[in-house]
């Protein structure tokens, strides 16, 4: 019976540490980092296994105001660059991404603003938004999924991923 306790005492001493080393030897979590724009690829486990690399974004523009005169803006996305458009890679259509939401803060004016899109294919995104002039944060939380969810935003408990990552966009002349 003595040989049992200490073996299975010895097991989970070894699990035990075999854990802590794993948590303390892993990568910081990219979605506390803040990139600078256009863009960043990011590895994220894939719902049948492996990994899709994830091109995030946020470009800024210029877009004309409804006072005619041009303002800046930005427009952010997320693009599986591990699914070929066009190919008959079945596997990588059934997992689209199904929501993305994007949050954005002026920093210089304290204007804030948010916008949730949904998708099916194997990019999503929102179009050119409106900003004001001034340094801008710009948070994009990707959802993707096997399973069709009807809430923007949320995932399946299982075969799913979330992931979110955060860029500084500086001012721009319009």
């Known amino acids: 019976m003595t040989t049992v306790r200490r073996s299975a005492g010895i097991a989970c001493v070894a699990t035990l ?9 892993s990568p910081a979590a990219s979605a506390q980092v803040w990139h600078d724009s256009p863009a960043w690829d990011m590895r994220l486990p894939y719902p049948l296994g492996g990994e899709h ?24 996305n997320a693009r599986d660059l591990d699914h070929h458009v066009n190919s008959f890679d079945f596997s990588a259509a059934m997992f689209p991404f199904n929501s993305a939401t994007v949050d954005w803060h ?10 949730t899109v949904q998708s099916t294919g194997p990019e999503v995104g929102a179009g050119a938004t409106l900003t004001g002039r001034g340094w801008v944060a710009v948070t994009i939380t990707t959802s993707k999924s096997a399973l069709p969810t009807f809430a923007p935003g949320s995932v399946a408990p299982f075969a ?6 955060r860029f500084i966009v500086p001012p721009r002349d319009c």
């Open 106 to 115: 002026n920093i210089d004016t304290d204007v804030r603003g948010t916008q």
């Open 53 to 76: 690399t994830i091109r995030f974004g946020v470009f800024s523009s210029c877009l004309l105001g409804g006072d005619g005169k041009f303002h800046q803006a930005f427009a952010a």
């Open 17 to 25: 540490l075999a854990g802590g080393a794993a948590v303390a030897s």
């Open 160 to 165: 799913s991923a979330t992931h979110t990552e």
